[in-house]
């Protein structure tokens, strides 16, 4: 299952996620999402579980936790919304 976490500090790395994430069961992937031209955090990522059961778990225990100094938001990853494309003006 695929998860959102937001809220992130910006010195929050993925060894962090997979960290606390960990304690709730095998962590696939952890991703943070950065700027394409800083390289900076965008204060978000995501961190793939194996385990439905387990990722639940992890859901429910760290929503609305501290990680880092910040309250995070955890819930169930959705699929992105289908994007009209963009329209250039010249």
Same mark, same amino acid.
């Given at each position: ?14 060894? !962090? ?5 960990? &304690? ?6 952890? +991703?943070?999402? =950065?700027? *394409? ?15 439905? !059961? ?5 859901? &429910? ?6 990680? +880092?100094?910040? =309250?995070? *938001? ?17």
């Amino acid at each position: 299952m695929n998860i959102y976490i937001g809220n992130l500090d910006y010195g929050v790395t993925e060894e !962090d996620l997979r960290e606390a994430f960990g &304690e709730f069961g095998d962590v696939s992937s952890a +991703n943070i999402i =950065t700027d *394409k031209f800083t390289g900076r955090s965008k204060g978000f990522g995501f961190v793939e579980m194996s385990s439905s !059961d387990d990722a639940n778990e992890a859901i &429910e225990s760290l929503n609305d936790t501290d990680l +880092n100094g910040r =309250t995070i *938001k955890v819930n169930e990853a959705k699929p992105r919304a289908e994007r009209p494309a963009r329209r250039y003006q010249y």
